[in-house]
């Protein structure tokens, strides 16, 4: 079945500094979205990318869809207390009927230090 | 906004109880799905639903059923609970998009709490 690889598994960086974490799927892809996890929260959707190439800002955070559908980035530029949490990815297999079934990469859990 | 709640945030049950964890959406989303979320291994998925009284294996169902009898209600059943099922576990619900416009349509999945379920 299809499987999403997610890396790193964590990562601590100083505030300010750049943040990113990878995705990557053994099967092509439909779409690729994104999610947030606060400590004590549940995951809340930040974006979908569908298109090969696809490149989407949201302020800080640059997510990236690779052109052969298989990969995927989230870049977090200047990071801030506020980011702390778990990133997950999540990728729609390409064809078939899914009925909006996504596999989840095994998430990043960023912490940032004041 | 779109709302899914689950039955309990918490729960203790010992080993070979049946346990329900239930989920309910006000979207009329026809999607719903069970995961478990484990530290390292991200968000599983155990069962889905895309129709009333109709139902998926996702990845993990052993030891797991699942009811749905309304729309807006999926249930998670653990028939006899064991240790290695302590976890959290979340609900989601979506819409469902058919058709050559499926693949860039908004699919967002939406989630509730989390029941945080500890077998002893």
């Known amino acids: 079945g299809q499987q999403v690889m997610q890396i790193p598994q964590y990562q601590h960086v100083q505030e300010g500094e750049d943040f990113t974490t990878y995705c990557n799927s053994s099967?092509?892809?439909?779409?690729i979205q994104w999610y947030k996890q606060r400590p004590g929260g549940h995951p809340v959707f930040l974006i979908q990318l569908v298109k090969s190439g696809e490149v989407k800002k949201q302020k800080r955070l640059t997510f990236q869809f690779g052109e052969a559908k298989k990969n995927s980035s989230l870049h977090i530029t200047a990071t801030q207390t506020t980011d702390v949490g778990t990133y997950f990815c999540?990728?729609?297999?390409?064809?078939?009927?899914?009925?909006?079934?996504?596999?989840f990469g095994q998430g990043t859990i960023l912490t940032v230090h004041p | 906004d779109v709302k899914v709640t689950q039955s309990s945030r918490y729960l203790v049950k010992r080993t070979g109880e049946k346990v329900f964890l239930e989920c309910v959406q006000d979207m009329d989303h026809e999607n719903m799905f069970w995961y478990r979320q484990d530290p390292g291994l991200g968000l599983r998925l155990i069962y889905f639903?895309?129709?009333?009284?109709?139902?998926e294996k996702g990845d993990i169902p052993e030891g797991y059923s699942v009811s749905r009898e309304k729309k807006e209600r999926f249930s998670l059943i653990l028939e006899s609970a064991s240790t290695n099922q302590t976890s959290m576990y979340l609900c989601a619900s979506t819409t469902v998009w058919t058709g050559t416009l499926a693949g860039n349509a908004q699919e967002t999945q939406y989630f509730g709490p989390g029941t945080r379920l500890l077998v002893l």
């Open positions: 099967t092509t892809l439909s779409n």
């Open positions: 999540a990728g729609k297999g390409a064809g078939g009927t899914s009925y909006g079934k996504l596999t």
């Open positions: 639903s895309y129709d009333v009284k109709m139902k």
